[in-house]
């Protein structure tokens, strides 16, 4: 990183220094000049340090445009057009294969080709900036546009190659270090010679090339490039100062045709300079190719004359190599032979004819055949099933062209009686003597065929009963769901009309029965899917401390209530954790939830950095604790612990939902516990992500910037209470598309009544069908405390009888949304809570 940022510097500095000597020759327009040094040095870079370095070429355009006098807005533009045209410059020679030391014809094209049409990129972009702003005159963008395209060009022919030679030439390999003295005469004599040339008026100019051509054939590259940066200099010194010919040209018009004549140049310069090298090349690897073939042709002579020494001791022993090799064939044969006793089957193939040259006993059992006719077999193949036998095929010429010794694989042979058995098989080349042979070992597989028949018979049926339980919950969930629905719609009726306290408190029991069993059933579907895989998680960066921060805001109410201290210990602390945020929400309200009912005088929530990869979140509490049999149990459903000292009501499903969704997560859950107390931890992965806007914070930061821990809004602040995860989303994107909307969401709606009474939101949107209190009960609560009662709560429902609606404008929904929502709808309402200045009554009176 170090190395990176001095490169990205040292760049930028270069760019910004030649950039200010080349604005210096800026006469048609103060942004455009007829000669673009830094352009050349961008490419340079780009090709010798690769494309990481473009960083430093956006800062020193973007201040040198500055610095020159240009806004902020157009300077910018430039830099972007400067930086863009070397990039594509660069990336089209990389792909040329191109040589920084332009030692070849092509490498001199391609940089004038590629590197001068590259130029169009900056000079349109630039012109088309400053057309746009009004910073040229009426008629004059052609003539600035080709200046600008003009002057880049210079830049890319004049100096990037004066920076790629110097700087990729080893001093060791150059012409200058065996002859300085002439080197030294050729720079001397071009300087004097070409000052004369260039600060005449006679249009003489070309006499400079016998001059460059010099340099060019006897230094090549190293000579050129330092012979041309000074012809160059001394050239636009004479235009600026009014010498040399054409003086009734205008200076920009002067210092064009003169670049001009510098580009052919330069470019004549190079290639001369590149053929030089590539016939200095072809000349010395020619050499060296005499020399070398020289010594081969003794080396070969040498060597031949040894080979017939060799040959004839070798017609000596070969006799006798015979006779040993005929005694290790015996040997092999037995071997082979032996592995029947194991009941492998083996068979010997010469891959030249691709016969079969020799089968044990085994294999001539498996295929049925005797040793004489699986030799009288075209191919080793023809034992095989058709479709084994093109597989088998297929995979033989696999190895050949991976150059392969061995492979293994199944098979089916097709016996002699017309039966098939499935075998398995391994093979491997060897050289025997001039031959290649393949030795394969085959064993019956219809053993192991049957076994894993077996196998997956029972994965199947494994399958099969998660699918049936799956199917069982979904249609257990659908035939409670149904007289729940007529129980509390019937409750719901009766409670609606006049009726005797006794009755009243009856009904409300029916009500808070059914609640528990809809809550019951909610949190075993929801177990339910996680152990099928049926539950997606959405895993986003979140900010742990402002999660905590907010789930301990929710619980405030319901902690004070109990008599129950409840803090959040994340001063200064800084953790950012992967993991679905609606969900480890839940989870968290869970783990506070239990601490309140049993967890003694306090609860604490707190947030730590467990190592470079993970988080952890703390909760707890100052309870008696948990014995070692109580903790194996927690986790497990319906183990409602401690709920007898407390009387409290739940399902004993919390906290083995909890597990599954943290470990759905990627998380674990635990806890340790003693008689000081109880304490749970969550354990996540930790993440540090980048917001979408580009500025670098998290998006839980920006998140606590526009919402504070005291909860101070700007806009119109709204809270939606809605189980529906479709739902939720549908109003997040309507709140989306009005500005000034801060949109808060509840799942629960016991948590949307604490909720609003720590926010008091501007307007509350219920759902009257929430998974555990119905939103009548909700609005009830609303509505009797003085809190939230003179909040607006906008009904959104399904159900759209006519009771209904008049029942809960009667317990003081001020309007009633009848789903589903249209987008209009929903933005009138909003329009109406704004014009009213959150007064409570959109539509109707306030009843009394």
């Known amino acids: ?25 800026a006469f ?39 610095a020159n006098g240009a806004s902020v807005d157009i300077a910018l533009g430039f830099s972007v057009g400067n930086t863009l045209a070397p990039l594509l410059a660069a990336s089209l020679l990389r792909r040329i294969s191109f040589h920084p030391r332009l030692d070849r014809m092509v490498d001199v094209a391609g940089l004038a080709g590629i590197g001068t049409a590259s130029m169009l990129v900056s000079s349109t972009l630039g012109a088309s900036i400053l057309a746009v702003t009004g910073g040229l005159g009426g008629g004059s963008y052609w003539s600035v546009w080709s200046t ?22 080893p001093l060791s390999e150059s012409r200058l270090r065996t002859r300085p003295v002439e080197a030294a005469g050729c720079l001397v004599i071009t300087g004097v010679a070409g000052y004369f040339i260039l600060t005449s008026s006679l249009p003489i100019q070309f006499l400079v090339f016998p001059f460059v051509a010099w340099a060019a054939l006897r230094f090549f590259q190293l000579g050129a490039t330092a012979t041309m940066l ?37 470019l004549s310069a190079l290639l001369l300079a590149a053929v030089s090298e590539e016939r200095a090349t072809a000349m010395r690897r020619l050499h060296q190719s005499a020399e070398h073939l020289e010594k081969e042709i003794t080396l070969r002579t040498k060597e031949l004359a040894d080979a017939n020494t060799e040959l004839k001791n070798e017609v000596a022993v070969r006799g006798a190599t015979e006779e040993a090799l005929r005694r290790q064939t ?65 995979t033989t010429l696999s190895i050949d062209e991976a150059g392969s010794t061995s492979a293994f694989g199944e098979a089916a042979v097709l016996t002699k009686d017309g039966q098939e058995v499935p075998v398995d098989w391994a093979s491997s080349r060897v050289r025997f003597g001039r031959d290649e042979l393949s030795i394969g070992v085959v064993r019956d597989a219809t053993e192991r065929k049957r076994k894993l028949s077996l196998v997956e018979a029972a994965r199947d049926a494994a399958q099969a009963a998660s699918r049936a339980k799956g199917e069982y919950l979904s249609r257990l969930s659908h035939e409670l769901r149904t007289p729940l629905t007529v129980i509390m719609g019937y409750s719901d009726l009766l409670s609606a ?28 579907l929801d177990i339910a899917r996680i152990e099928a895989g049926q539950e997606t998680l959405v895993l986003t960066p979140i900010d742990a401390v402002l999660l905590c921060k907010e789930a301990v805001n929710m619980m405030a109410s319901v902690a004070h209530r109990s008599g129950v201290s409840l803090t959040c210990d994340v001063d200064g602390v800084q953790c950012m954790v992967k993991g679905d945020r609606k969900r480890l929400l839940q989870v968290l309200l ?73 470990e759905g997560m990627g998380g674990s859950i635990g806890l340790t516990s003693g008689r000081s107390g109880t304490t749970f931890w969550i354990t996540l992965a930790a993440d540090t992500p980048v917001s979408a806007d580009g500025t670098g914070r998290p998006v839980a930061e920006q998140q606590a910037r526009r919402t504070s821990s005291n909860g101070a809004r700007r806009g119109l602040s709204v809270l939606h209470i809605e189980d529906n995860p479709m739902m939720t989303e549908f109003v997040e994107s309507l709140c989306r598309a009005r500005e000034g909307v801060h949109l808060q969401n509840a799942m629960l709606g ?85 014009a009213r200045g959150g007064e409570r009554d959109l539509t109707a009176p306030t009843p009394a």
């Open 750 to 834: 016991r948590m949307g009544v604490e909720l609003a009474q720590a926010s008091k939101p501007d307007v509350i949107f219920l759902d009257v069908h929430l998974p555990d209190i119905d939103g009548t009960e909700v609005l009830r609560l609303l509505k009797a405390d003085p809190l939230t009662r003179g909040i607006p709560v906008v009904i959104l429902s399904a159900d759209a009888t006519s009771a209904r609606v008049a029942q809960l404008i009667k317990l003081g929904a001020s309007k009633y949304l009848t789903k589903p929502i249209r987008a209009q709808a929903f933005f009138d309402a909003l329009d109406e809570v704004g």
């Open 28 to 66: 048609a327009n103060k942004n455009v000049t007829a000669i673009w040094p830094p352009t050349g040095i961008a490419v340079a870079a780009l090709l010798l340090r690769g494309t990481r370095v473009w960083p430093g070429i956006a800062i020193g355009a973007f201040t040198a445009n500055l």
């Open 330 to 394: 015996l040997e092999y044969e037995s071997i082979l032979r032996a592995i029947s006793d194991l009941g492998e089957g083996a068979v010997v193939v010469d891959m030249s004819t691709r016969r079969i040259r020799y089968a044990n006993d085994a294999y001539c059992r498996i295929t049925g055949y005797g040793l004489e006719e699986l030799q009288a077999f075209d191919s080793y193949l023809a034992v095989l099933t058709p479709e084994a036998r093109l597989r088998t095929d297929q």
């Open 590 to 662: 869970n783990l506070i939830s239990n601490g309140v009912k049993y967890g003694g005088q306090s609860v604490e929530v707190s947030v730590r950095q467990a190592d470079a990869g993970t988080a952890r979140i703390f909760v707890s509490d100052t309870g008696r604790g948990l014995s070692k049999a109580e903790q194996v149990l927690l986790f497990q459903p319906f183990q409602r612990l401690g709920a007898e000292r407390r009387g409290s009501e739940g399902t004993g499903l919390g906290l083995a939902l909890s597990k599954a969704l943290v």
């Open 497 to 524: 009309g006049e009726l005797p306290t006794q009755e009243r408190s009856h009904i409300d029991a029916i009500m808070r029965s059914a609640e528990h069993l809809l809550s019951l059933v909610n949190d075993v």
């Open 148 to 169: 600008w395209w003009v002057g880049d060009s210079l830049g890319v022919l004049l100096f990037a190659p004066l920076v790629l030679v110097f700087l990729s030439t």
């Open 230 to 266: 000074l012809v160059c200099t001394i050239s636009v010194w004479a235009t600026v100062n009014g010498f040399g010919p054409h003086l009734d040209y205008s200076p920009t018009l002067r210092l064009v045709s003169l670049d001009l004549f510098n580009g052919a140049l330069a």
């Open 1 to 25: 990183m170090a190395r990176w940022l001095v490169e990205v510097a040292a760049v930028a500095l270069v760019y910004y220094l030649t950039a200010r000597l080349g604005l210096g020759l």
